[in-house]
């Protein structure tokens, strides 16, 4: 089984910051990645798949990358509606499995 | 548009199971790889409960296999989730999730708040 280790579990942001979440996998994963943006009481919302494919209507501010083990999700120039929690996921074989999970906090 | 929306009792009591429905709208069901069950405890990350192919096959998280059993029924466009000997650390948002072009999710539903408690 494939274990994904996400980091930072919290990070302090201001507006226009530039944050980068890290998810490492305990083993080699083709490149397939999966993002997504959780707020409270609204469903998440899928940003990212295939390391770096942006989801139709996601900010370009998005982006993906990574290989191998470390994937990696950056926000350029943060903005109000960033702040969230987000997830990565591996998509690649059963079981799937999410990263724990960093929240993005107004600093 | 493509729509997903879970319907399900709010409240269940220890020991029960727990049965979620994920109607699927504008989008065929058969279509997909599989379509998923993902739940988040309060104050907890998210949670990935199974899979299942519109053949039918499904997959399972191991920390839930015991309990779990996905159906689908591809002529309602519908698909299942059972929980069974549910405990209050069953309380949960639930959520069903379309496939991508892989296993991953593009479209959810809005989630179905379960609580456990007698």
């Known amino acids: 089984d494939i274990q994904m280790t996400q980091s930072p579990s919290s990070v302090s942001a201001s507006v226009g910051d530039r944050v980068t979440i890290t998810c490492r996998a305990s083993q080699t994963i083709p490149g397939w990645v999966a993002w997504y943006q959780v707020k409270p009481g609204k469903a998440p919302r899928f940003l990212i798949y295939g390391v770096s494919s942006d989801q139709s209507g996601v900010p370009p501010r998005f982006s993906g990358s990574g290989s191998g083990t470390d994937y990696t999700l950056t926000i350029n120039s943060l903005r109000p509606e960033d702040f969230a929690t987000y997830f990565c996921l591996q998509p690649n074989s059963f079981p799937l499995s999410f990263g724990g999970g960093t929240l993005v906090e107004i600093k | 548009q493509e729509l997903l929306q879970e319907s399900g009792p709010g409240l269940v009591k220890p020991s029960e199971t727990l049965s979620l429905t994920c109607a699927v709208s504008?989008?065929?069901?058969?279509?997909?790889?599989?379509w998923s069950w993902i739940r988040q405890p309060p104050g907890k990350g998210l949670e990935w409960i199974g899979s299942v192919h519109h053949s039918g096959n499904a997959f399972y998280s191991p920390s839930l296999k015991s309990r779990v059993t996905i159906l689908v029924d591809t002529s309602q466009n519908r698909f299942f989730l059972n929980l069974a000997s549910l405990t209050a650390a069953d309380t949960a948002i639930y959520y069903c999730?379309?496939?991508?072009?892989?296993?991953?999710?593009?479209?959810w539903g809005q989630g179905a708040e379960v609580t456990v408690s007698s």
């Open positions: 999730a379309k496939p991508n072009s892989g296993d991953d999710f593009d479209v």
């Open positions: 504008g989008y065929s069901i058969t279509s997909g790889h599989h």
